[in-house]
């Protein structure tokens, strides 16, 4: 059932241990989200797995810069050809950060729910993790479908344009017949100037017209795309200004806890994200 | 007092635009099907009350977690 925007102050904690990062549209930065989100939860002491099931179209690996360290992946544990933590990465940076690559090679016919949900139960239970972050592929297909079936909670990216928001919706739906009950909105690439002179949806609006909880604001930053080129996720470089994409995503993180975090002004203090603080837990 | 100067802000199209379509996603029904729906109440309805249907209204809207179909047809009463 969608929640009316908004509809709780704060507490955007999500439960779930194993979360999908989704958005029905491709490229508005799910990958990117994965990689940040689950580096920043890592970074908090959670022993996290980022799994990425775009099967043919792997990425994950080269966002996080471990893409010299892939010799095993999703599809070679769902067959058999490795034992799981075989096809555990560890992180350069991050030591209770672990990934598990794509396959490159084979299609999405190679994909199955029940191995996905075993490989999931395998990760929580017999390897100890706290947290598995499930980098969803773009549609709502077989892969989609997948990703989302060892998933209790949802992580669902959207820009502020129409495709996107159109699509976010879409999948919104999905996850509901799925009953994962968690689904929290990032809002990616938020151009403040724009939303300013009228030309962007506000984050009331997108809330107002999607009806689930908000987990994230992230401005569009150029650092972005600077940290993936060199494959070190934002989230892990500290310090620098409050409104940036990193700490929006080191403050996903946080919320993801449990934790009270407000929304930074992404405007300056002037106007449009000032009555944001008030409204989505902010202080 | 700037208002006659600027222009309309395309946000407030695309949010209009939005909830509009994906009333009709929601719904599961194509706009075109919509205008079917709309004529073949409209034959059923004049069927009852002769020319009667000219200001027949029909949409979707949502209440709450539900897609609701609202056929509004005010009639004239002839006492």
């Known amino acids: 059932m969608r929640e009316a925007a908004g509809s709780e102050e704060a507490g955007t904690l999500v439960n779930a241990k194993a979360i999908v990062v989704t958005s029905g549209k491709g490229g508005v930065g799910k990958t990117t989200t994965t990689a940040n989100v689950g580096a920043a939860l890592a970074?908090?002491?959670?022993?996290?797995?980022?799994?990425?099931?775009?099967?043919?179209?792997?990425?994950?690996?080269?966002?996080?810069?471990?893409?010299?360290?892939?010799?095993?992946?999703?599809?070679?544990?769902?067959?058999?050809?490795?034992?799981?933590?075989?096809?555990?990465?560890?992180?350069?940076?991050?030591?209770?950060?672990?990934?598990?690559?794509?396959?490159?090679?084979?299609?999405?016919?190679?994909?199955?729910?029940?191995?996905?949900?075993?490989?999931?139960?395998?990760?929580?239970?017999?390897?100890?993790?706290?947290?598995?972050?499930?980098?969803?592929?773009?549609?709502?297909?077989?892969?989609?479908?997948?990703?989302?079936?060892?998933?209790?909670?949802?992580?669902?990216?959207?820009?502020?344009?129409?495709s996107s928001v159109r699509d976010a919706d879409r999948i919104i739906g999905l996850l509901e017949a799925r009953e994962i009950t968690e689904v929290r909105l990032i809002i990616n690439r938020l151009r403040p100037k724009m939303v300013k002179r009228g030309d962007m949806l506000e984050v009331s609006d997108v809330l107002d017209i999607l009806g689930v909880k908000l987990i994230g604001i992230v401005p569009e930053d150029e650092r972005v795309l600077v940290s993936t080129n060199v494959g070190n996720p934002l989230a892990l470089e500290?310090?620098?200004?409050?409104?940036?994409?990193?700490?929006?995503?080191?403050?996903?993180?946080?919320?993801?806890g449990g934790e009270d975090v407000a929304y930074p002004d992404l405007d300056g203090g002037k106007g449009v994200f000032s009555g944001l603080r008030r409204l989505f837990g902010g202080r | 007092m700037f208002g006659f100067f600027r222009r309309r802000r395309s946000k407030d199209d695309l949010k209009q635009r939005l909830k509009l379509v994906l009333s009709y996603d929601r719904?599961?029904?194509?706009?075109?099907?919509?205008?079917?729906?709309?004529?073949?109440?409209?034959?059923?309805?004049?069927?009852?009350?002769?020319?009667?249907?000219?200001?027949?209204?029909?949409?979707?809207?949502?209440?709450?977690?539900?897609?609701?179909l609202i056929a509004d047809l005010p009639r004239s009463s002839h006492r």
């Open chain 2, 27 to 68: 719904a599961r029904l194509s706009p075109g099907k919509m205008e079917q729906l709309k004529r073949e109440l409209l034959g059923v309805v004049e069927k009852y009350f002769p020319s009667d249907g000219d200001d027949l209204n029909v949409r979707f809207e949502q209440h709450g977690d539900r897609m609701v």
């Open chain 1, 43 to 162: 970074k908090l002491g959670e022993r996290v797995a980022v799994v990425d099931t775009d099967v043919g179209l792997r990425n994950l690996d080269v966002v996080m810069g471990l893409e010299g360290r892939v010799v095993f992946d999703l599809i070679d544990v769902f067959e058999g050809r490795c034992k799981l933590r075989q096809a555990l990465i560890r992180d350069k940076r991050v030591e209770t950060l672990h990934l598990i690559a794509a396959s490159q090679t084979k299609d999405k016919s190679a994909l199955s729910e029940a191995r996905m949900r075993e490989t999931v139960r395998a990760l929580l239970e017999d390897e100890g993790f706290d947290r598995v972050l499930i980098d969803s592929p773009a549609g709502i297909e077989s892969g989609f479908q997948t990703a989302a079936a060892a998933a209790h909670g949802a992580l669902v990216v959207v820009n502020p344009e129409v």
């Open chain 1, 238 to 256: 500290d310090g620098g200004p409050k409104a940036t994409a990193g700490s929006a995503f080191r403050d996903i993180a946080r919320r993801i």
